[in-house]
């Protein structure tokens, strides 16, 4: 079922609500609330799901994959500190919400999905809604996207199992890369490029995503 692309008062509110909910749960950056209380996350997810859609909580998607839980999203964006116009690199493009978020946050995004049927969806549906991501790719983002490097951020939306090399050669000096590493259980981790050869890492507590897939996985 395709949605009708309408977004009205009511949803406006449950979105507030959302942001508040987030807010209570510890985000404080006030651009990124700002930019969740702007994207329409019902119009990302199938219609049949649309009430649910402003409930803090992932949802399933096509290709069996998920539209992450609102305050994952928040706290991935918090961690990445976006700039206006910071170049961001995104690994799974899914639905395109978070996508959306970086867009609000004014970032110039680059994006990477291995299953082609969101690659499609997320490429009609995002510019339909007024986001207009700078590149949008069909493939492995294990790989990062080498002919668009060095990015200011990039962020990993599904659990990797280990840290892809190629991501981390693709920062720019002083850039972070936001992933969740782990197999079941991931353990939010930033890693932040302090010279050409050395990283800093932190750690920010468990989730849980669908994993990242290798090419022919
Ligand atoms: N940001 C998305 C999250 C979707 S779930 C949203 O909120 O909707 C994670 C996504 O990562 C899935 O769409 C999955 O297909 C994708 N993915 C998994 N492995 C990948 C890989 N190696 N390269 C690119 N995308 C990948």
């Known amino acids: 079922m395709t949605n009708s692309l309408k977004d009205t008062p009511r949803h406006q509110g449950l979105r507030n609500q959302l942001v508040q909910i987030i807010a209570k749960k510890g985000i404080k950056n006030e651009k990124v609330l700002k930019a969740m209380s702007k994207v329409p996350r019902h119009l990302f997810m199938d219609s049949a799901l649309e009430i649910h859609a402003y409930e803090d909580k992932p949802f399933p998607i096509a290709a069996d994959q ?14 990445l500190d976006v700039k206006p116009q910071a170049k ?38 995002l510019p339909k809604l007024g986001y207009k991501p700078r590149y949008m790719k069909f493939g492995d983002g294990y790989i990062g996207l080498e002919e668009y490097a060095p990015f200011d951020g990039i962020i990993v939306t599904a659990g990797a199992p280990l840290i892809p090399k190629p991501l981390l050669a693709q920062l720019k000096i002083g850039g972070k890369l936001v992933i969740p590493v782990g197999e079941n259980i991931q353990i939010m981790t930033v890693l932040e490029r302090v010279s050409e050869k050395e990283f800093t890492k932190k750690e920010y507590g468990e989730f849980r995503f669908v994993p990242l897939l290798k090419d022919k996985e």
Do not use: C, D, H, W
């Open 88 to 125: 961001i690199l995104e690994i799974g493009t899914g639905s395109g919400y978070q996508t959306a978020v970086l867009m609000e946050m004014e970032a110039l995004v680059y994006t990477v999905e291995r299953q082609n049927e969101l690659y499609k969806l997320s490429k009609l549906v």
């Open 66 to 79: 998920t539209i992450s839980q609102p305050y994952t999203v928040a706290f991935q964006t918090e961690l």
